[in-house]
């Protein structure tokens, strides 16, 4: 699952990034592409440092970062959509898979975050 969801976090930030690039000229559109390929690069370059983690608390660490950044890819596109500079047809997928990636991460770090709780109260109950 960790190396799929590293793929899919890469592929997910190269169709970000396309979709980034490929916005008409302009001073918001300029701001928003900045802020939308800093976002979903930060997505799959933090999930990979998530993997690296060396305890679990780090792992719920930046997974945070990824889903703090996976969300904030969300409402960039959607702000996009809101001031009708995205097309139909040409965000749908990209927003769709920020939803699911979002969804996916959540869930995992609260995975972790169970784990680690059952762990800490194990601790106590042998002091």
């Known amino acids: 699952m960790e190396r799929d969801l590293k793929k899919r976090s890469n ?4 169709n970000c990034v396309k979709l980034a690039l490929s916005l008409p000229k ?5 701001h928003v592409q900045k802020q939308l ?14 993997n690296l983690g060396q305890t679990k608390r780090g792992f719920i660490s930046k997974l945070s970062i990824v889903i703090e950044e ?5 409402f960039w596109i959607e702000f996009l959509e809101e001031e009708n500079i995205l097309k139909k047809g ?7 898979e920020a939803r699911e ?3 996916i991460f959540v869930a ?6 169970r784990s680690l709780d059952r762990l800490s109260d194990g601790d106590k109950n042998e002091t």
Do not use: M, P
């Open 108 to 113: 995992s770090r609260r995975t972790a975050q």
């Open 26 to 30: 302009g001073v918001l559109e300029w």
């Open 90 to 96: 040409c965000y749908e997928e990209v927003l769709s």
């Open 11 to 14: 592929k997910f930030a190269h």
């Open 101 to 103: 990636l979002t969804s």
């Open 37 to 50: 390929i800093r976002a979903c690069t930060s997505v799959a370059a933090n999930y990979r440092a998530a």
């Open 70 to 74: 996976a969300d904030e890819c969300i």
